[in-house]
C-alpha cells in the first residue's frame, strides 16, 4: 500500500498552475488524509501573491479527488491547502471542499476582537451571529503571529506559524471514540473531574460539535456564556473550567456542519477562549475520524489522545480506526478505556453484558495501553442527567464502590501515561531521588 504522501504527490504531478516553474508535486513539503479530509502543504516561492495561489489550490483539489476515487479511498470531503515559504512560515491558507466555494466557511464570530468591554452573550446572541455567517475567514486565522516551532512530542501538522496557541496549558488530551453513544463525553468529564479532584488545575472543551452534552453533563443550562474582550470565558463548575459549543448555538436545532465550517467552529473554539493556566485540557472530540480531529492536530500541540471503547466487536473495530487516525496525525494514543465493561446487579453479582474484556484486549491486539474499564453504572448515568458528576466519586451516591474505585484507577493510570509520554516527547525528564 503507497504511502499517503506519495498518492497524494502523484496526484499533483502532472499539474503546474501558471506561474509556477516546476510540477505541484515538486512543492509538496507535507501531506496527510484521513477519512477524505486531506491536508498538503506546498512551499511555491514563484507563486507570490494570493490569486495564482488560490487557482493552484483549485487545481490541486480536482487532482487530488481524481486520485482519491482512483485508489478506491473515500472521496474527497475537504482539502486544506497551506502555502508556506522556505522557512515554513504560513504565506496563505485555502480550504476547500465540495461546495466549499458557494459556502464560505462560517464562523461563529464570537465576539469583535477589539471589544474590550465585558459582555454578556445570551445564546441567542451568539446564535444570531451564528446565522449571519459571513464570507470572512473566522477572525482567529489571522491572530496569531508566527513563532518558532516547539521541538518536542506531537507538533501541529501543517500549522508551523502556530505550534500552540494554548501555550499556558500543560497536557492536552482529546478524547475521541470510533463509535457514538459508547461513553466519551461521560468518561471526558469524569476524567475532568476526577484530575481535578486530586488538586490539578483542569479544563474540559467540548468539542463534540455535532452532539455537544456537556451542557447537560455539568449542568450549565441556567448559565449564560460571557464574553471578555472577544474571548469565551470558561464556566467555573465542579472544580474544573468548562466551555462548550452547545452553550453557543440554538440547543434544539441539528448541528450540521460542512467539513470546512466543522473546521472554522472548532479552531475558534481553541482559539477564542480564555483558559489561563491549566495542568489538563481535556477535549472530548465528535465520535468518527473527520475534520475536527484533522484540525485539532493542525492546530494544537496534544500530549495525547484517550480512546473510549465498549467492548463489543462493532465498537472495537471503529476504535482500532481511530487510534489510526490518531497515529496518522501523529498523536500519541495514551491508552484505551473500555466503558460499559460489565453491569453489577443487585444481587451483587457481575454480568458481562457486552462481553468484558473485549477492548481490553482490543487495545493488547494494537499494542495500545490500557487504562482500565468502567461498569454500566445506573448512579452514573443518572448523574450525568442531572449534571452531578461530582457525585461519582463518592460511594454513597455512585451506587457503591466500584465506580469511583474505577474512575480512581483510571486517573492514576492516565496521569502515569501523560508523565511518560511528556518523557517521551521531551517536555520533562526522569527523576531519581535516592535517599
Ligand atoms: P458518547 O459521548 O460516546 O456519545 P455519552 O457519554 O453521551 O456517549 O453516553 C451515552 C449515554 O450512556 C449517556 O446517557 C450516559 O449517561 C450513558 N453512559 C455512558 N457510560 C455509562 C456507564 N458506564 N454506565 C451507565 N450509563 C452510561
Redesign the pocket.
Known sequence: MPDTKDILREALANLRPAGLDAPLADCLVWAAESDGFVSLKLCTPTLDTPEPRTEAAHAAREAVALTLAEVGSVPLRSLIVEFVDNAGTVLQTERLGPGASDNPDPTLRIASASASTDHKKTSQDADAEHREASDQAPACASSPQPTPSQPTGHQPIGGLSDPNPLDTIKHIIAVG?G???????????NLAVGLAKKGHAVGLLDG?IY?P?LPT?LGLDALEQNVVAGKLQPHAVHGIKAITIGKLVDPDKPLIWRGPMAHGAFKQLIEQSDWGELDYLII?LP?GTGDVCLTLAQTLQCTGAVI?CTPQKVAQDDAVRAANMFTSLKIDVLGVIE???YFIGDDGKEYDIFGRGGAEMMAQRIGLPFLGC?????A???N??TGEPLKNFTPETAGGEA?PAAIDKLITTLDGQVALASIKQGASKPTLSVS
Open positions: 471514540a463509535k457514538g453513544g459508547v461513553g466519551k463525553s461521560t468518561i471526558a468529564v463534540d452532539g452534552s453533563m472530548d465520535p473510549v466503558n460499559m465493561s468502567v461498569p454500566i453504572n445506573m452514573l448515568r443518572a450525568s442527567d465506580l
